[in-house]
């Protein structure tokens, strides 16, 4: 194959990261049952809330906490308790330092990638929160360029196309997110892989949209070096 430009994800696409979230969420829900509302329904503010302060504060944990306070302080009312917000700190804090973990075959399959096409790595988040990550990670030397970015969408990748001169038919968007990583870059006429993760973000997914570019669908990140 002819040297290819490949964007590429980070989270629950080279390291697990939503499965942390959930589990968090999990506890949470938990601790509210005795507040007598329905787990369905306690996610579901949560949800909106999330939403709501994703516009307003971005993404990351500590957009993250000010969500679960808002819920919790929704949903408890005049029943709100000090020891319940601390908690949620703590909880945050918890998730906040869990290192990253790296997904099986990704360190070997980028060393590979790295040898035959150029990587950029695309993830979106809050800016010094990703790039801990990413240096965390000790996957950073894969890639020609770092891009951390608010939001992922159409605007964004055609920002990308042109800063890195990228050539739309030779470039391919690798991710586990219809509504972020694949959908906008075929609308842009990009090509993308999809590597669907088991626990992605609720707030994430969306129907595939089809587009100009190819789309290859993949198990896992490791068959990436059976097609470049």
């Not at 308790?81 to 998730?95: A, C, D, N």
């Not at 042109?162 to 990009?190: E, T, Y």
């Not at 707030?203 to 990140?221: N, Q, R, T, V």
Request: aromatic share 8%; proline share 3%.
């Amino acid at each position: 194959m002819a040297r290819q430009t490949l964007l590429i994800d980070a989270d629950d696409t080279l390291w697990e990261n939503n499965i942390f979230f959930e589990k968090s969420i999990d506890e949470f829900v938990s601790r509210l049952e005795p507040l007598g509302y329905t787990r369905e329904y306690t996610r579901h503010i949560l949800n909106e809330t999330e939403k709501r302060n994703i516009r307003q504060h971005g993404y990351g944990v500590r957009s993250f906490r000010r969500s679960l306070e808002d819920t919790y302080m929704k949903l408890a009312g005049n029943a709100a308790k000090r020891e319940m917000i601390q908690w949620i700190e703590q909880l945050v804090s918890e998730l906040e330092n869990t290192p990253p973990h790296i997904m099986d075959g990704v360190p070997e399959t980028l060393a590979y990638l790295a040898g035959h096409h150029r990587l950029i790595l695309l993830t979106k988040g809050e800016a010094a929160e990703q790039a801990a990550k990413v240096e965390r990670s000790g996957l950073q030397t894969h890639f020609e360029a770092i891009e951390i970015v608010t939001e992922k969408e159409h605007t964004t990748y055609e920002r990308v196309i042109h800063q890195f001169k990228v050539v739309k038919s030779n470039a391919w968007m690798v991710g586990n997110s219809p509504r972020s990583d694949i959908n906008p870059a075929l609308r842009c006429g990009m090509n993308a892989v999809f590597i669907p993760h088991v626990a992605t973000w609720e707030l994430e997914k969306c129907a595939l949209e089809s587009g100009s570019g190819k789309l290859i669908i993949l198990s896992s990140f490791r068959d990436m070096r059976s097609h470049f």
